[in-house]
């Protein structure tokens, strides 16, 4: 089974903290990618990465960095946190190409944000 | 545009009944379509999926069909359980080959004994 882990379930900052959420996975998967969560609007992507070193904005990026050293792990950076960042994060993985295992994304269980 | 619209929740329905929960997308071409849920307190967990046009996803008793001429992937179950409640997320594949997905608003479900 793939396994994706998100290093906290519950984290509480304070504004202008730097945040770091990180996410792992366990299956050599090239692609991975950070999500946030929130009522009424769904899943919004905030970056992926399709290979170690690279990255790609998502729909909404603004306030947000990434970093994918190893190929297993991909983190998610809070240069300055804000209130309105406080959020579900979700961190989810995926192979290469259009197979059908290939084709589906595997999500980490969350990490839940709160910032004061 | 490239989206994916689900009907509004909650849903609210006794142990037993039907569900549908409708889903409608819009793309060019004809992306994989996938159906997520998500149990409290957890993550995504993909529930089902379909990579072409007539292909019917099925798993815990949930189906769904890939309608191309409707573009619509609605989610049923012939009779849902109290463990069903959850929220679910229609989504379909992105453009290109970046593995991206564009999900729905997601749709609360609460099944009541």
């Known amino acids: 089974d793939v396994k994706v882990t998100q290093s906290s379930r519950y984290l509480v900052k304070r504004t202008g903290e730097k945040v770091f959420l990180e996410c792992v996975q366990d299956?050599?998967?090239?692609?991975m990618f950070w999500y946030r969560q929130d009522p009424g609007l769904g899943l919004r992507l905030i970056y992926f990465?399709?290979?170690?070193?690279?990255?790609e904005k998502g729909d909404i990026p603004e306030g947000y960095s990434v970093s994918r050293e190893k190929k297993e792990r991909f983190s998610l950076i809070l240069e300055s946190a804000s209130t309105n960042q406080t959020s579900m994060y979700l961190c989810?993985?995926?192979?290469?190409?259009?197979?059908?295992?290939?084709?589906?994304?595997?999500f980490g269980p969350g990490t839940r944000l709160t910032v004061l | 545009g490239n989206s994916v619209t689900q009907m509004e929740g909650p849903v609210t329905l006794s142990e037993e009944a039907f569900l549908t929960i409708n889903c409608t997308y819009t793309?060019?071409?004809?992306?994989?379509l996938f159906w997520y849920v998500q149990y409290p307190g957890e993550g995504l967990q993909l529930l089902l999926k379909?990579?072409?046009?007539?292909d019917k996803g099925s798993n815990k008793g949930f189906e769904a069909t890939y309608r191309k001429e409707t573009t619509s992937f609605h989610l049923e179950k012939g009779s849902v359980q109290v463990s069903d409640s959850a929220v679910y997320f229609c989504?379909?594949?992105?453009?290109?080959?970046?593995?991206?997905?564009?999900f729905g608003q997601g749709t609360t479900l609460q099944v009541k004994p």
């Open positions: 989810a993985s995926k192979g290469q190409g259009r197979g059908w295992d290939t084709d589906t994304q595997y």
């Open positions: 299956m050599d998967h090239e692609n």
């Open positions: 990465s399709y290979d170690v070193k690279m990255k």
């Open positions: 793309a060019t071409g004809y992306p994989s």
């Open positions: 379909a990579t072409k046009a007539d």
């Open positions: 989504a379909r594949g992105g453009s290109g080959n970046t593995g991206k997905l564009i």
